[in-house]
């Protein structure tokens, strides 16, 4: 970590400011505005330490006393989602689960094939951003998003 040209610069651009610039452009290129209850639902989704359902936020979101109803969650979700900002992950069941973009970087989400219990561990010094930067040098790297897929020790 003593390396400031890289990782730092990778942290600051992957930042909550750097999504919510990205979430506002693109709000803006489809001509919808950065509402109230859009920008309670960003911080909210910015604080998720791993993959998150709809459901997740749902419950996040009422005990504050605050009231967003379910259609502008949902439709918030979405165009996060089509913003790049949050993707979508593939998941055991029927439930849709997410990952935010700022927490893609060198982090990888598990999940069990069988149970389709998701677990998200921090990859760390074990990812070789400087060989990616190295084979695609023309491309700016901004996070990395691990879906790795497997057998649980429940299940094992
Ligand atoms: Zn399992």
Same mark, same amino acid.
Do not use: W
């Given at each position: 970590?003593?390396?400031?040209?890289?990782?730092?610069?990778?942290?600051?651009?992957?930042?909550?400011?750097?999504?919510?610039?990205?979430? &506002?452009?693109?709000?803006?290129?489809?001509?919808?505005?950065?509402?109230?209850?859009? =920008?309670?639902?960003?911080?909210?989704?910015?604080? +998720?330490?791993?993959?998150?359902?709809?459901?997740?936020?749902?419950?996040?979101?009422?005990?504050?006393?605050?009231?967003?109803?379910?259609?502008?969650?949902? =439709?918030?979700?979405?165009?996060?989602?089509?913003?790049?900002?949050? *993707?979508?992950?593939?998941?055991?069941? &029927? =439930?849709?689960?997410?990952?935010?973009?700022? *927490?893609?970087?060198?982090?990888?989400?598990?999940?069990?094939?069988?149970?389709?219990?998701?677990?998200?561990?921090?990859?760390?010094?074990?990812?070789?951003?400087?060989?990616? &930067?190295?084979? &695609?040098?023309? +491309?700016?790297?901004?996070?990395?998003?691990?879906?790795?897929?497997?057998?649980?020790?429940?299940?094992?």
């Amino acid at each position: 970590m003593n390396n400031p040209d890289n990782s730092e610069e990778l942290e600051e651009i992957s930042s909550k400011d750097f999504s919510l610039s990205l979430f &506002k452009k693109y709000l803006d290129k489809e001509n919808f505005h950065l509402t109230y209850e859009r =920008k309670i639902l960003f911080d909210e989704i910015s604080n +998720f330490n791993g993959p998150f359902c709809v459901e997740d936020l749902i419950e996040k979101c009422s005990p504050d006393g605050i009231y967003i109803s379910r259609g502008t969650i949902y =439709k918030t979700v979405k165009l996060m989602e089509d913003s790049g900002v949050i *993707q979508r992950i593939p998941k055991h069941g &029927k =439930k849709r689960f997410f990952v935010l973009l700022n *927490q893609g970087t060198n982090k990888g989400h598990l999940i069990c094939l069988l149970c389709g219990k998701m677990e998200t561990i921090d990859i760390g010094e074990n990812l070789n951003i400087e060989g990616l &930067k190295n084979s &695609k040098a023309d +491309f700016d790297i901004i996070s990395t998003t691990f879906i790795i897929n497997g057998i649980c020790s429940d299940c094992g």
